[in-house]
Each structure stands twice: as C-alpha cells, then as structure tokens.
C-alpha cells in the first residue's frame, strides 16, 4: 500500500504580518479627523492598534460612540480606505522570499485574516501576491472569525490539508487562540503590531520568530 504523503499548509494572518498595512489605515483615520473636525490625537505609534480593527482605531481617536455614529464614521472610514488601500502599504521585509521559500517546498499557502474579504483580496492583487494563496478567508466569509476556529478549518479544506499538518502564523493573541481551537500549529512574528499585548501565557506557549528568515527556518524544521 502506497502512504500519501500528506500535504502541509502554512496560513498567514495579513495586516501586521504579510504586509505592513498600518500607514493607510492610519491615513484613513486621519482623513475621517478631518471630516469631522476633529484632530488626530497625538499617539507614539498608532499601528499598535490596526490588529483591533477599523472600530477600535476610530474609538481610539474619537472616543466612545453610539451605534448611529459608529456607523456612519465606519462608512466614511471605509470607503476611504477603500480608495486608497494600497497607496503607503508595504509588504514586510523578507516576505516575498518566505513565500517563494514556501512555495518551493511544495507547502499549500493560506491567508486567514479577519479584514474584509474584498479588501484583503485587494491589498494581495496589488501587492502581487495572489497567486502564491490557494485559500484566502476574510472576516466576512464566515459567520464567525478569529479567535474562533471556523476561518482556519475552511482554510484547511480548501487546501486539503488536515490540521495536524497546518500551522497560523501571525502577530495577535487572536491568532494564537484560534490556532488552538482549530487545533493546528501556530507561530507569532516578532515584528507585527499585537505582540506586545498577547498574554505572556499564551506567548509561551508557541515559538516567536522575528524575522522571515527565521520563519523559514522554523517551518523547514516543522514541515518532516
């Protein structure tokens, strides 16, 4: 009898981790500041927050909001950023040779992220990096999304491969827990957004790689 040999699937969160998409987030923030006269308040670094979404960033600048409000900022801020999704963003140093490395080692390519569908489809058309992902889920593709465990199974699914033989890579404790649940490896990126704010508990619980190449290197060793 023939063994098959099993097919390995690596998935990677996007915003933080693939591609730095903090700057036109931020940009959209500040734009929808101005539309409602408001200032963008002063903060060290605001991309530590990108990873709680378009209404965590707004709620950060403009304070508690009811539901009307939030979502006639959120229609502004998204429409905005729709416009301009790709304008500062930038894929993070080291990427596009870890996906190459990926793909030469005949791993399936995943992106689970909780961004729009559409946009993260679009911050990867024009980033070029389409074609290198065989499954792509959105945080609107299913009903639930990080930390739950559904976005990761159907990633899975999609690129036949079973769980015990995937891994999520990514920069957020949301990563981490779905990976648990979804019960497939996991690995957090020294240079993403959310790290800092992952419980020490949780962080210990899976490897921390702060480079791409280190990424590689973990993955090769992973992948026997």
Request: charged share 15%.
């Amino acid at each position: 009898m023939t063994l098959r040999t099993p097919q390995w699937a690596v998935l990677f969160d996007l915003d933080g981790t693939l591609v730095d998409t903090a700057p036109d987030l931020i940009n959209a923030l500040a734009a929808l500041c101005a539309h409602v006269n408001q200032p963008l308040p002063a903060r060290e670094d605001w991309s530590g927050l990108v990873s709680q979404g378009a209404a965590g960033l707004i709620e950060a600048a403009l304070g508690p909001l009811d539901p009307a409000e939030m979502q006639q900022h959120l229609a502004y801020f998204l429409a905005h950023y729709d416009h301009h999704i790709f304008e500062d963003s930038r894929l993070f140093e080291g990427v596009g040779p870890l996906l190459a490395f990926c793909q030469s080692n005949g791993w399936a390519l995943g992106v689970v992220t909780n961004k729009k569908h559409a946009f993260a489809q679009k911050i990867l058309d024009q980033a070029g990096l389409s074609h290198c992902f065989g499954a792509v889920i959105g945080g609107d593709s299913l009903a639930r999304n990080k930390p739950a465990p559904d976005p990761v199974w159907r990633a899975c699914e999609r690129l036949g491969a079973l769980p015990a033989h995937a891994v999520l890579i990514g920069d957020d404790q949301r990563d981490v827990v779905a990976a648990q649940r979804a019960g497939v490896a996991s690995m957090v990126v020294g240079w993403g957004y959310g790290v800092a704010r992952i419980e020490s508990e949780i962080l210990a619980e899976c490897p921390v790689c702060h480079t791409p190449a280190e990424v590689g290197e973990w993955l090769q060793g992973w992948a026997r």
